[in-house]
């Protein structure tokens, strides 16, 4: 009788085991493959059908902690490249651009300015810095045009004259109407470009909220004649499109967009897509092509069928902020007119994501519809919750033809460059 008491006592704990193990397994397994995404060279390829229903898993809220970078931590690049820190002790550096001098021009976004950095040895790291602009709000995008850099912050695009590669005017002069940018809320990145022929150039807006009805310019790509004038909606449905740029050789743009949160962990899927006039890419009423958003896509049910499918889509949540095309004569020709990327990673997901570079091969001007990581190793450890020392953000090509990236939590910006060895 106590024998067959002792084997019901056992049964239940048996069954407890084998339920905890089911759970801790598929968890597991999710930490291994996030791992092994983080891996130079491994390969991601997300397609419209692989997409989960709506609420399929819980939204979470799982920011990284940030940590001091490790002694002799470095980041992971493929084999034939190596990674070297060009600067250190900046303030929060969201975005790049090269001046044909080679000096480096800085977003230091929190501290409303423009800095340049120059490496005047040419031992690939800069030993000067400079304050270019200052009093700006929240500044992010930079491009140059005729010589002169442009500046896209929240309340406008501005432009500071340059001679010879230095300011000819102590403040950049606004060619935007005060407004033209939206209002100073919500998404806060404003990104800038000309066209290939300097007629026009292009602002990525992106939307106040998650999800919602918003005026234009919200969520949108705006177009501006080169002095400011004649705005119009170039396209829409982009919930926040921060990087923006066009391919080599053409007058296709591109742009990569942050997606919605509140579905579950596998949506929406952040992407990369060329964007043409009037091009509509499904927020708030679909994503991902025409698939409904709940609650919304009832109020309009023509913009859901217009909805277009990205060119390529990243894993959910992923956060791409910086876009480059590779035009430099370093890399090796399969870098040739390919997409770097910067995934600046989860805040709200199960299994963390993102916290890297990654190259997108392009063929015939268009993605080929996979992904490689790049560069990584800003995330540390922690498979529920990451330790993240760094968080990519801008990204540029130098005039060497190496790669800059610069990491706005951890206040550098490094340099891979290839050596063949």
Not at 73 to 82: H, M, N, Y
Not at 289 to 316: C, Y
Not at 368 to 394: C, I, K, L, M, N
Request: glycine share 12%.
């Amino acid at each position: 009788m106590a024998r067959h008491m002792a084997k019901d006592r056992i049964f239940p704990h048996a069954i407890i085991m084998a339920a905890i193990i089911c759970l801790i397994l598929p968890s597991a397994a999710l930490a291994q493959s996030a791992r092994e995404a983080q891996r130079p060279g491994s390969v991601h390829r997300i397609t419209p059908n692989d997409l989960p229903a709506p609420y399929a898993s819980p939204s979470v809220s799982n920011s990284p902690l940030k940590i001091d970078r490790p002694l002799r931590a470095t980041l992971a690049v493929p084999e034939g490249f190596e990674a070297i820190s060009f600067a250190t002790g900046l303030n929060n550096p969201r975005y790049l651009a090269v001046g044909e001098s080679g000096d480096v021009y800085v977003a230091e976004s929190r501290a409303g300015r423009v800095i340049v950095l120059r490496d005047s040895d040419g031992d690939g790291r800069a030993d000067r810095k400079a304050e270019i602009a200052t009093g700006l709000h929240r500044p992010h995008g930079l491009t140059f045009h005729d010589g002169d850099l442009y500046i896209a912050d929240m309340r406008n695009v501005w432009r500071l004259p340059m001679i010879d590669g230095s300011p000819r005017i102590s403040r950049p002069v606004a060619i935007t109407e005060r407004g033209a940018l939206g209002p100073e809320n919500g998404h806060w990145t404003r990104n800038v470009v000309f066209a290939p022929d300097g007629e026009h150039f292009y602002v990525s807006i992106g939307s106040a909220g998650n999800i919602g009805e918003e005026p234009v310019p919200r969520a949108t790509i705006q177009q501006f004649n080169a002095d400011g004038s004649g705005q119009q909606t170039f396209a829409s449905g982009l919930r926040n499109p921060v990087g923006i740029a066009f391919y080599p050789g053409s007058d296709r743009l591109f742009t990569v967009v942050n997606e919605r949160d509140g579905l579950g962990d596998g949506l929406v899927p952040d992407y990369l897509t060329g964007v043409a006039q009037d091009d509509f890419y499904g927020w708030p009423y679909a994503y991902s092509g025409s698939n409904p958003q709940p609650g919304f896509a009832e109020k309009r049910p023509d913009l859901v069928a217009a909805s277009k499918i990205p060119d390529l889509m990243f894993e959910a949540h992923s956060a791409p902020i910086g876009l480059t095309f590779y035009t430099g004569d370093q890399f090796p020709d399969r870098y040739q007119g390919g997409a770097f990327v910067t995934l600046r990673g989860s805040w709200n997901k199960a299994t963390p994501t993102g916290y890297k570079v990654v190259f997108v091969p392009f063929s015939g001007g268009q993605p080929t519809g996979s992904y490689e990581t790049f560069a990584s190793g800003w995330w540390q450890s922690g498979d529920q919750r990451a330790r993240v020392w760094g968080r990519p953000t801008g990204i540029a090509v130098a005039t060497d033809g190496s790669l800059l990236v610069s990491d706005d939590t951890g206040g550098e910006i490094w340099q891979i460059r290839y050596t063949g060895e």
